[in-house]
């Protein structure tokens, strides 16, 4: 596909793999069109802390442990993207504290991973993690990619959309975007919920505890269920009370804190990887599936889409990406 003849393509989904896909893809030339039909900030990506943590995920989710090296990739492909969007990465880093035997079983997942850590004040610190403020972001890729020429459609993309476009990037999270792709099949929900306090760390590293993290800001983040198989985005406080009380626990001034719930639904794959590549129906392609690493992963799903539409080597990731890897026979 030549970009120089300005091929028209569609990204469905701007939550933050769409947003980047859409931006990517104006990047390159293409003529681009971004549909959704959520009010802007309404997805999953927007409730999020927004973190861009291979360490961290790799030593606190099992599924996420063999992806490490891929994780990081990821990560450092953010400073590149990031530049020209006025957006700041926040490099602060990770900072762990609990009990000492939950300490010193957490420092063996660093040690059995050979990522760095250091142990201070009683914590242990790791200064690879970074994190972006979630919203922000997704405001400053849509104003980007709209300055590109880019063209937002307040609306799902439907079949009947497709002889409209050369081809269509799916990135519709846990939807199942119309039955446009097989490879959707092989996707699961995950029903996440995030507390928001008013008062609570502004600045600083994001701190985990057994159980939940906080993560600073104006209005600190504390999470995050994992609730696997829910679609729904009912606020269940019988799933937070454990997030709330593991937070005080880390910083007692929570106890008087006014919290709000923030509920997303994700999708993910049997492996915790996105599906990123062309699907058995044509002119399709899946930018899907990231698990709770849809900020993380978000860059270098796109530079993958990217390579796919322009015909380019995709690079050593592809592999572990495909889309098709649950539906071949």
Aim: aromatic share 6%; hydrophobic share 50%.
């Amino acid at each position: 596909m030549e970009t120089k003849l300005r091929a028209r393509v569609a990204v469905a989904g701007a939550g933050a793999i769409g947003s980047a896909v859409a931006l990517t893809l104006a990047r390159a030339r293409f003529d681009v069109t971004l549909f959704d039909p959520s009010p802007a900030g309404d997805n999953a990506s927007s409730v999020a802390a927004g973190m861009l943590a291979p360490v961290a995920e790799a030593v606190f989710d099992p599924v996420s442990t063999p992806h490490l090296a891929l994780l990081r990739r990821a990560r450092d492909l953010w400073p590149a993207f990031a530049q020209g969007l006025g957006l700041e990465i926040l490099r602060d880093g990770l900072r762990i504290e609990g009990e000492a035997g939950w300490l010193a079983t957490i420092a063996a997942r660093f040690e059995a991973l050979g990522a760095p850590f250091q142990r201070l004040d009683g914590a242990l610190v790791d200064a690879e993690d970074w994190r972006i403020e979630a919203r922000p972001a997704l405001a400053a890729l849509r104003a980007a990619f709209q300055t590109l020429g880019g063209r937002f459609e307040p609306r799902a993309f439907t079949p009947d959309d497709l002889p409209a476009f050369s081809a269509v990037v799916l990135a519709t999270g846990a939807s199942d975007a119309c039955g446009l792709a097989p490879e959707l099949k092989a996707l699961s929900p995950i029903k996440g919920q995030i507390l928001r306090a008013d008062r609570g760390p502004a600045t600083g590293p994001v701190i985990r505890g057994e159980g939940v993290y906080i993560c600073p800001g104006e209005s600190p983040a504390i999470g995050a269920t994992m609730e696997a198989g829910r679609d729904d985005l009912i606020v269940d406080s019988s799933a937070t009370d454990a997030l709330r009380a593991a937070a005080i626990r880390l910083r007692p001034e929570l106890a008087r804190a006014v919290l709000t719930t923030e509920v997303g639904v994700r999708a993910a794959t049997p492996d915790g990887l996105p599906l990123v590549g062309w699907s058995a129906t044509p002119g399709v392609m899946l930018a899907v599936g990231a698990r709770r690493n849809g900020w993380l992963l978000a860059p270098l799903v796109a530079d993958l889409a990217a390579s796919y539409l322009k015909d380019d080597n995709p690079g050593p990731d592809a592999a572990s990406l495909d889309a098709r890897r649950f539906s071949r026979t």
